[in-house]
């Protein structure tokens, strides 16, 4: 048993360092090197957007085709080579400078990190539970966490330096690239054999299912407008290159131990409602970040989203787990749908929005109120008690 555990903690390690990678860095960094693209390379905050978007259905591209029994048998080596990708394409976004090379590499890049996502997930959690730590779960997710705070770190060096845009994108290659060593080396096997997957039922039709789906994919676009647009809000702002890099930095400090802490709240008072909770709190720092002037506003609405995306994420997928249990590779297949899809049209409407107003404010607003139906919804459909 003490074997068993020790390799579920080396593999929960493993698990965060490749979501730092993956999700943190290779999917996240764009937020914090965006101003300075948009500044030097005079990108319109409708192109940012689909740069954005690009990423996002990359993302759904890959969390689609990585849901399948296709793979069975060669987790270990798929994940790799997604971590491997990322390496190798965020490099790439420092060496280019062309709106379509940037549509490309950031598509790629986004299916590079599903198949991270997905893949590492199942091998981690193989470990974690032969090993009875369903504990640890919430560390390797809190992997996102962590890879935002290093890029910020990053970021804040390098803006010392007064480096330009693509040194951002080299060094996260650097970063990764050591990241990844490390990753193929924890992660020395695949996930533990369960026999092979039985055919899934089809899902229930279910209106309680469908309206957990829905509040996913608003979920999906009111989360992601702050997540993508929030150090483009502090550049607009007026705010310093080292504050935007502690804004950032904020963000990953509060999601790194974010899925833990909620956690312990869904324990108390049941998914449904630590998912409406999580969303409501979200609002609040959506808002903020846009209507508080000065640092108050950038520094509330940071803390408040990386202390809540995380884990609004994964609560999502619990509940509709709950409601389709005979079926976790279809339901997590048409939840990853919901949720890339609200991903992916969310940066596009707000940057169409921001560059029709002037600013993010219009765009922000709308995303919190879409958290708000998302967090309203979801607890709509929560079990009645006797």
């Known amino acids: 048993m003490r074997s068993a555990t020790s390799k579920a903690l080396r593999f929960t390690v493993a698990g965060m360092i490749a979501m730092a990678v993956a999700m943190g860095i290779g999917r996240f960094v764009y937020t914090p090197i965006l101003p300075g693209m948009m500044e030097e390379l005079h990108l319109s ?5 689909w740069i954005a978007s690009a990423n996002y259905l990359g993302y759904l591209v890959g969390a689609l085709a990585a849901a399948g029994g296709w793979a069975h048998g060669r987790e270990r080596g798929l994940m790799l080579a997604g971590l491997g990708a990322s390496v190798v394409l965020a490099a790439l976004m420092g060496l280019s400078g062309t709106m379509a090379a940037f549509l ?8 590079a990190s599903a198949l991270v996502m997905v893949f590492m997930a199942g091998m981690v959690f193989s470990h974690i539970h032969a090993a009875g730590r369903g504990d640890l779960q919430a ?12 890029s910020a770190a990053m970021m804040a060096a390098l803006v010392t330096e007064h480096a330009g845009w693509q040194a951002g994108w080299l060094w996260s290659a650097a970063i990764s690239a050591c990241g990844f060593v490390a990753v193929a080396l924890l992660a020395n096997e695949g996930p533990l054999a369960s026999g092979e997957a039985a055919r899934e039922p089809p899902l229930p039709n279910d209106r309680a299912l469908t309206k957990i789906i829905l509040a996913y994919g608003l979920f999906g676009f009111g989360y992601v407008v702050t997540a993508t647009f929030l150090v483009a809000i502090v550049r607009q702002g007026g705010g310093s290159r080292v504050f935007e890099a502690v804004v950032w930095m904020v963000a990953g400090l509060a999601g790194f131990p974010s899925t833990w802490l909620w956690q312990k709240i869904a324990a ?34 940071a803390f408040l989203l990386g202390a809540t995306f995380i884990a609004i994420t994964a609560f999502g997928l619990q509940v509709a787990r709950q409601q389709a249990p005979a079926a976790p590779r ?3 297949a048409v939840m990853t749908a919901s949720f890339g899809l609200g991903q992916i049209i969310g940066p596009i409407a707000a940057g169409l929005l921001a560059q029709a ?30």
């Open 357 to 386: 107003s002037g600013d993010f404010f219009v765009a922000s607003i709308v995303a919190a109120a879409l958290l708000v139906v998302s967090g309203l919804v979801t607890w709509s459909v929560a079990p009645k008690s006797p």
């Open 268 to 301: 108390r008072i049941g998914l449904h409602a630590a998912y409406a909770l999580a969303c409501f709190i979200e609002v609040a720092g959506v808002t903020a970040s846009v209507a508080l002037g000065g640092r108050t506003g950038p520094l509330l609405g």
């Open 45 to 49: 905050p409708a192109q940012a957007g």
């Open 104 to 111: 490309a590499i950031r598509f790629l890049a986004g299916l």
């Open 330 to 332: 279809r339901i997590f």
């Open 139 to 150: 560390w390797h997710f809190g992997g996102v966490g962590l890879g935002i705070a290093v």
